[in-house]
């Protein structure tokens, strides 16, 4: 079964500076996708960023960055020029690919982040 | 509508209560997944639909919950006989065929507290 780790429950930055949150996966699949979702308050999952495993290249959207590490099964995001609105719950989450019988999300157990004004 | 939609958004029970948590998926998405998520933690699978038919209900705590997606479309979560340990936001999502993949839907989930 996969398993995904984040070991950072809360962190927090200063408005307009960079942080990382970090994010381990254990899996024996060698294809399978990997996200960073975001839950404000309202409890809506919002996907920030998703990244294919047969891609080297590391995925960007905007602000937001990943450092995929395949070998290392390590996954963490990276937001830059950080805003308030960027403060809510961020789960980094697994699915396997080519799963006929539906692909369900496996999530880690979230990162709380505070962006400081 | 033009995202997920869950009703009600809060559903408080009394332990011993039935209740029926709903889910309106986006038109025309043939997946459709239920989550768990207990305060503080990341979301558990619950169950998995594809059109009607239920392929997966191995995230299924107990023979107390129960889903269905008689038509294809709205899906009811139900859970018998309520516990004080089913306090949980249940969220659920959907996407287009083929998910695995294209982005998970999700709505904003149904926060359940059991007394």
């Known amino acids: 079964a996969q398993t995904v780790t984040q070991s950072q429950p809360e962190m927090s930055v200063q408005e307009a500076e960079t942080v990382t949150l970090s994010c381990t996966y254990d899996?024996?699949?060698?294809?399978?996708?990997l996200f960073w979702y975001k839950q404000p308050p309202s409890r809506q999952m919002i996907l920030v960023i998703r990244?294919?495993?047969?891609?080297?290249q590391n995925a960007t959207e905007n602000r937001f960055s990943v450092n995929f590490q395949k070998a290392a099964k390590s996954f963490s995001l990276k937001i830059s020029d950080s805003q308030l609105g960027d403060a809510a719950m961020y789960f980094c989450?697994?699915?396997?690919?080519?799963?006929?019988?539906?692909?369900?999300?496996?999530f880690g157990e979230g990162t709380q982040l505070t962006v400081n004004p | 509508g033009a995202g997920v939609s869950q009703s009600p958004r809060y559903k408080v029970a009394k332990r011993g209560q039935d209740v029926a948590l709903r889910c309106d998926p986006i038109?025309?998405?043939?997946?459709l997944f239920w989550y768990q998520q207990a305060l503080g933690q990341g979301p558990e699978f619950l169950t998995y639909?594809?059109?009607?038919?239920?392929?997966?209900k191995s995230g299924l705590p107990s023979d107390r919950f129960f889903a269905e997606r008689p038509e294809g479309s709205v899906s009811t979560l139900k859970i018998q006989r309520t516990q004080q340990e089913d306090s949980a936001v249940y969220l659920c999502?959907?996407?287009?065929?083929?998910?695995?993949?294209?982005?998970?839907?999700f709505g904003n989930g149904t926060r359940l507290t059991v007394t």
């Open positions: 999502a959907s996407g287009p065929e083929g998910s695995y993949n294209s982005p998970l839907h």
């Open positions: 899996t024996s699949e060698s294809d399978y996708y």
């Open positions: 990244q294919e495993a047969y891609k080297q």
């Open positions: 989450a697994y699915r396997r690919a080519y799963e006929t019988s539906g692909s369900r999300l496996t």
């Open positions: 038109s025309g998405h043939v997946s």
């Open positions: 639909f594809q059109n009607e038919a239920q392929l997966d």
